[in-house]
């Protein structure tokens, strides 16, 4: 596997050695042993997470202000530009934003540290998204900051993204519970 650095501090893009011929292809989706030595986070997956989400749909911002989750983020089918908020006050990046795109072509996966906002929407005609999370989901826990903060400035690559009223309804990020 391949790691490529995010310009957020401990975000990573992760490439998987594909394997393919003219049957198609393999790779392994995660091998804790691999993922631990080729980021030195030492993760425990504790719940597996699957969507799908149509054209234009954008999830997000979220988080857990307390439970919060790592997660390693993947799609199997469709596009989306995948968006990660620093939202760590101890870390040189908080504040700060980056977008990855994944999708079933390149297969890249995406490391997300607890502490951050994650969210994404989609690019293509759908997207079948998933996430191995390192704690449970808390909804009273859960938080969401206003994906069009224009304080962040998140530069989202679709034009009139259909929201749910949740995120619709998400706080500016000035006004946002962080982390120490």
Sequence with gaps: MKVVRTNLSGVLAIEPQVFADDRGYFFETFN???FRNATGAMVNFVQDNQSYSKAKVLRGLHYQIEQAQGKLVRV????VCDVVVDLRRSSPTFAQWTTVDLNAENQ???WVPAGC???FVVTGDHAVFLYKVTDYYAPQH???ILWNDPALGVKWPVADPLVNA????GL???KAQTYA
């Design 117 to 119: 906002a994650h969210g």
């Design 76 to 79: 199997v089918s469709g596009a």
């Design 108 to 110: 890249r996966m995406l």
């Design 142 to 144: 859960e938080r969401t």
């Design 32 to 34: 804790l042993q691999k």
């Design 172 to 174: 500016p990020f000035a």
């Design 166 to 169: 949740k995120d619709a309804a």
